[in-house]
């Protein structure tokens, strides 16, 4: 698991429920925007965005923290919300937040896709994203000429991995590696190095991580449906029972 556990507990409780030896190793440490300027300003102005677009917890939880210290979170009412996937719905709704939008496939094309249709002329879309987030969905929004404000909502720095965390990769090789992002999947390779994933089967969370995987020359052995807990259990079992015979 390339993530804290305490970010995916419900997944690594359901791959413990199949028989598996769940060792995390985190990759990717969350920090504040650098300038924490325009997230405060957006919160401080939300009542002029149509739409708020989520594209993970993390952002969902930054916007949350702005609005509040802002004492705009009434205001977010009249703000429809859209989310990339499942996890990102249940944090929004963890906050209160109705989402009238998620698409099935959890990327930002999709989601583009699902919402063209109900933006209107003169729509201001907020983007509260990571600094280092992938642009698909906010170039998609702008060539179809609906005006998009993105604001670093928080950045992600590769966590340096400490020998203890590199010996016990070394001690129980894994045989599946699980990728959640195309960070992490960069990250592992910086600080885990290949040579560690020289045994394993790699599952990616969906399409963009595993095109990343694959360009990184790491083909995924599984993709997961949906990015949701289960369907990446249901794609680590295929990654293990495919290659076993």
């Known amino acids: ?12 409780f ?12 985190p990759l990717l440490e969350l920090h504040p925007p650098e300038d924490p300027r325009p997230l405060a300003s957006a919160a401080e102005h939300i009542h002029r965005y149509a739409w708020v677009v989520f594209a993970s917890p993390s952002g969902v939880e930054a916007l949350m923290e702005a ?5 705009t979170q009434e205001r977010m009412k009249r703000v429809k919300v859209a989310t990339v996937g499942p996890r990102t719905t249940r944090a929004a709704e963890g906050y209160g937040l109705e989402v009238v939008a998620e698409p099935s496939e959890g990327t930002g094309e999709a989601l583009f896709n ?42 992600s720095t590769a966590a340096s991995l400490t020998q203890e965390a590199l010996a016990m990769l070394d001690a129980s090789p894994p045989d ?11 990250a592992f390779l910086e600080e885990a190095g290949r040579e560690r994933l020289a045994t394993a089967r ?9 095109s990343t995987l694959e360009r990184l020359g790491v083909p995924a052995a599984a993709v997961a449906e949906r990015p949701t807990p289960e369907a990446l259990v249901d794609a680590t079992v295929l990654a293990v029972t495919s290659t076993v015979h």
């Not at 359901?14 to 190793?25: I, P, R």
């Not at 609005?67 to 004492?71: M, Q």
């Not at 170039?139 to 179809?144: A, F, H, P, S």
């Open 1 to 12: 698991m390339t993530r804290p556990r305490e970010r995916a507990e419900e997944l690594c």
């Open 14 to 25: 359901l791959l413990e429920d199949e028989g598996a030896e769940v060792l995390s190793v």
């Open 67 to 71: 609005l509040r210290e802002a004492g």
């Open 114 to 155: 699902l919402i063209k249709d109900a933006l209107q002329p003169g729509d201001e879309v907020l983007l509260p994203a990571a600094e280092e987030g992938r642009r698909e969905l906010e170039d998609g929004l702008r060539e179809y000429g609906v005006f998009v404000s993105r604001v670093t909502a928080y950045r």
């Open 176 to 186: 599946v590696v699980l990728f959640a992002s195309p960070r992490t999947a960069e």
């Open 202 to 210: 790699v599952v990616a969370i969906g399409p963009t991580t595993a």
